[in-house]
């Protein structure tokens, strides 16, 4: 017999949250792994280069970490998400 609250009691009452994060998250990345099917096209119609067409993720990046938001929703002072968020933008941009 389990003592209440053990994992498997959570994991059978969350796992609607833990399906929904991960479709969610794999709709918000789709762009970035799908980008390379539409360069080509990108290029034929209208004569842009590669640079021109992926620079807009390096914009993304640069935006993200030049203006970042430290504030928190709840006040309080524990260090915002957003910081995790601008080193990771650092990484992407890197490469």
């Known amino acids: ?35 390379g099917l539409f360069i080509a096209p990108l290029e034929q119609q209208f004569g842009w280069s590669r640079t ?7 914009l993304l990046s640069a935006a993200s970490i030049l203006c970042p938001d430290d504030r928190r929703p709840d006040g309080s ?7 995790v968020d601008r080193h990771s ?5 890197a490469g």
Do not use: K
Not at 52 to 58: E, K, M
């Open 77 to 83: 002072d524990r260090p915002a998400p957003h910081r």
């Open 1 to 35: 017999m389990r003592p209440p609250g053990s994992a498997r009691d959570e994991w059978q009452a969350a796992w609607p949250t833990v399906v929904a994060a991960a479709v969610g998250q794999a709709f918000c990345t789709s762009h970035i792994y799908s980008l």
């Open 89 to 93: 933008a650092l990484l992407l941009g």
């Open 52 to 58: 021109q067409i992926t620079s807009g993720y390096l």
